[in-house]
């Protein structure tokens, strides 16, 4: 995968952070820089540890299903945002501005699940520099946490439910790109 669809599968991954990070900065009377950038640092770090959780174990099993492994890319990418979808459209989450580590290590990983599952999908994909991909998802999602924080301090959880369903939709539309170039019809 080149740098165009990480940039875009880190953005669709950091979408669920991004919701969760709203509703910390909803839960804070007042912006906390501090509480911010550890909230930011642990979906970043989580958002870019579980891709090479998820890589390590495809990676093992990956050369028994290359001839179907784009299947599985989309199968993977579109029941994940479909999901992503689905949950937009539920209720809120609940507001708590907690950072300690039990709290942030729950998040973290509720956060990034989807992120073990895109892992998977690059083993199978066999990509090439993805540790550059997952620091670079990482990265992302660092920032956009961080945005989050301050959008929902600021304006509210408006934004959040519209943030994963757009997160959702970036995924399906990538992995029907995976399909389709796999396919050979573009």
């Known amino acids: 995968m080149g740098i165009v669809e990480t940039i ?3 953005i669709g991954l950091a979408m669920d952070a991004f919701a969760v990070s709203v509703c910390k900065g909803l839960s804070m ?3 906390d820089w501090k509480k911010s950038f550890i909230i930011a640092l642990y979906f970043g770090f989580f958002q870019m540890i579980m891709p090479l959780i ?3 174990l495809g990676a093992g099993f990956s050369e028994w299903i290359e001839e179907i492994d784009h299947w599985i890319a989309f199968v993977l990418l579109t029941f994940i945002g479909g999901k992503m979808i ?3 459209f539920g209720k809120a989450e609940n507001l708590n501005d907690s950072v300690d580590c039990k709290t ?3 998040l973290g990983i509720a956060t990034s ?3 073990l599952a895109v892992g998977i999908t690059y083993a199978f994909l066999d990509a090439k520099n993805c540790m550059l991909s997952f620091d670079l998802i990482g990265i992302i999602t ?3 946490s961080l945005f989050g924080v301050k959008i929902g301090n ?3 959880i408006l934004y959040g439910s519209k943030a994963e369903l757009i997160g959702g939709l970036i995924l399906i539309f990538i992995g029907v790109k995976i399909l389709i170039e796999h396919m050979g019809i573009f």
């Open 8 to 10: 875009f599968i880190g």
């Open 29 to 31: 009377s007042k912006m």
């Open 54 to 56: 998820g890589f390590l």
């Open 86 to 88: 689905k949950e937009s």
């Open 104 to 106: 942030m290590v729950g």
């Open 113 to 115: 699940i989807d992120a």
């Open 142 to 144: 660092f920032f956009i």
């Open 154 to 156: 600021k304006f509210g």
